[in-house]
């Protein structure tokens, strides 16, 4: 089946930073890629979808300067967190598209101190 | 404003029974049909897709879809401890570049 990586599976920082999160398909590639956030014992909530070679779509409310979003290539796209603070510590998880299917990658728990 | 509504549960079925899971969506237009299971602190992962009217069995998982109604279900039989997790019900349309994932079931099975 097809496989999406993520790197890393856990961070913490500091307030204030910024932490890169890294989503690669791994035998498949994906001209889209989508990012969710999950809080503790909530429901999926996307937040951007990633197109190679184009910019981000943003869903409402989200802040496209605070989280960066950069498909460069069909295998890769990452997920920039600036200027971290507490409130955005929550799993971050990517999937990609291969076909009409969604295939998500393990996330990335981000706890901001 | 397509939607997917699931009953968020908790359902709570004994071990060796059928769990029944149950989803239904707005668009009549969707095209495509998933159900993923997701365990606590884990990401989703795909367990069944179901493209036209009627059932699909995999193993001890059966989905079942309903296009006039709207109404997409997975059956679980032999349920087991491990099989406790969200079932999370997912519809794509648009030539699957649009898709809206329900809020989830949560599924106990008791030993």
């Known amino acids: 089946g097809a496989v999406v990586s993520q790197h890393p599976s856990r961070v913490i920082c500091k307030s204030g930073t910024s932490v890169k999160i890294e989503c690669r398909s791994l035998?498949?590639?994906?001209?889209?890629m989508f990012w969710y956030r999950q809080f503790p014992k909530q429901s999926l909530m996307l937040m951007a979808t990633s197109n190679e070679g184009s910019k981000a779509t943003y869903e409402q409310g989200v802040e496209k300067d605070k989280f960066l979003i950069n498909h460069a290539s069909l295998t890769l796209s990452t997920l920039t967190v600036t200027s971290a603070h507490p409130e955005d510590s929550s799993f971050y998880i990517c999937s990609a598209r291969g076909g009409d299917t969604q295939y998500f990658g393990p996330g990335t728990r981000l706890t901001v101190l | 404003q397509k939607e997917v509504e699931q009953n968020s549960g908790p359902l709570s079925v004994p071990e060796g029974a059928i769990a029944s899971l149950n989803c239904t969506y707005s668009d009549r237009g969707s095209q495509s049909f998933f159900w993923y299971r997701q365990y606590s602190g884990k990401s989703p992962e795909l367990i069944m897709s179901?493209?036209s009217n009627g059932d699909k069995e995999d193993g001890r998982f059966t989905a079942q879809l309903n296009k006039a109604s709207q109404y997409v279900s997975l059956l679980i039989r032999d349920s087991q401890p491990s099989d406790s997790a969200t079932y999370l019900c997912a519809v794509t349309w648009g030539g699957g570049f649009k898709t809206i994932f329900g809020a989830g079931t949560r599924l106990f099975v008791k030993a």
């Open positions: 035998d498949f590639q994906a001209t889209t």
């Open positions: 179901i493209y």
